[in-house]
């Protein structure tokens, strides 16, 4: 995935899985100067056949109500139930990366 930099509205990230390739665009959605987009992954996943499993999330920092910004929570969302919540019920604006394993 692209790196953050600050005024990018775009970041790329890349996937290939078997003989399939992807770049998809996360456009950013900053409500705030100093709003930033942050990834975090899910490490320890259950996978189930027919079931949506989580990989990654990149979520938006939200404002702490003192004039900055704040965005915490678990590194491996898979680790840390309540922390997992509580950064995406906070997040104003995320995206959820996840994988379905199907026998199409």
């Not at 989580?54 to 109500?65: C, F």
Request: charged share 25%; with cysteine.
């Amino acid at each position: 995935y692209t790196k953050d930099s600050a005024g990018d509205t775009v970041s790329l990230a890349s996937f290939d899985i078997c003989s399939m390739s992807a770049l998809i665009p996360f456009r950013k959605k900053r409500d705030r100067p100093w709003q930033s987009y942050h990834w975090r992954s899910y490490d320890m996943t259950e996978w189930k056949f027919g079931e949506e499993t989580p990989l990654l999330v990149y979520a938006s920092s939200w404002d702490d109500g003192h004039g900055g910004e704040r965005f915490c929570g678990a590194v491996d969302l898979s680790m840390d139930e309540a922390a997992t919540r509580e950064l995406l019920g906070f997040s104003p604006h995320y995206y959820m990366i996840t994988y379905k394993l199907t026998d199409n």
